[in-house]
């Protein structure tokens, strides 16, 4: 799965960024209390797409919910339903665990999967902007009095 998450990075134009190890993600999913979940896709034994997720909290509706970090099919699989196949999985464990959301994120420029997404009846939050903190903003920012 490490080499999916280094082609959704190419793919999503922040190669760079991916510094994903395999140890890494091992320890996330199989360790004795996972912090990350996932669901891979698999034509002819081969794993050709995945979908990795993490439980979140909504104070809202008093429940958690499913954050989905990431889903990739390779290029060549696409279309043949194994990115409805995955969501579908995700969806169907909200529905088992009453979990009340499911959500992602997307880049804007992606239109193809945000064609795909709404297709499947999910809306985007318009009103709602991401802010992130990393490398050194959140470093100086844990490290302050």
């Given at each position: 799965m490490v080499g999916l998450a280094e082609e959704l990075a190419e793919y999503e134009r922040a190669r760079a960024d991916c510094h994903l190890t395999v140890d890494q993600l091992h320890d996330a999913l199989f360790r004795p209390t996972p912090a990350l979940f996932g669901h891979v896709a698999e034509v002819d034994g081969a794993v050709v797409g995945m979908a990795l997720w993490f439980l979140n909290f909504s104070t809202w509706r008093g429940t958690h919910g499913i954050y989905l970090e990431d889903l990739y099919v390779r290029p060549s699989e696409r279309g043949s339903g194994l990115g409805r196949a995955l969501l579908t999985e995700l969806a169907r464990e909200c529905v088992a665990n009453g979990y009340a959301r499911l959500e992602w994120a997307v880049l804007d420029w992606n239109a193809s999967a945000i064609?795909?997404?709404?297709?499947?009846?999910?809306?985007p939050m318009d009103e709602w902007t991401v802010f992130r903190l990393t490398d050194k903003a959140l470093h100086d920012l844990g490290s302050s009095d």
């Amino acid at each position: 799965m490490v080499g999916l998450a280094e082609e959704l990075a190419e793919y999503e134009r922040a190669r760079a960024d991916c510094h994903l190890t395999v140890d890494q993600l091992h320890d996330a999913l199989f360790r004795p209390t996972p912090a990350l979940f996932g669901h891979v896709a698999e034509v002819d034994g081969a794993v050709v797409g995945m979908a990795l997720w993490f439980l979140n909290f909504s104070t809202w509706r008093g429940t958690h919910g499913i954050y989905l970090e990431d889903l990739y099919v390779r290029p060549s699989e696409r279309g043949s339903g194994l990115g409805r196949a995955l969501l579908t999985e995700l969806a169907r464990e909200c529905v088992a665990n009453g979990y009340a959301r499911l959500e992602w994120a997307v880049l804007d420029w992606n239109a193809s999967a945000i064609g795909f997404y709404r297709s499947l009846g999910a809306a985007p939050m318009d009103e709602w902007t991401v802010f992130r903190l990393t490398d050194k903003a959140l470093h100086d920012l844990g490290s302050s009095d």
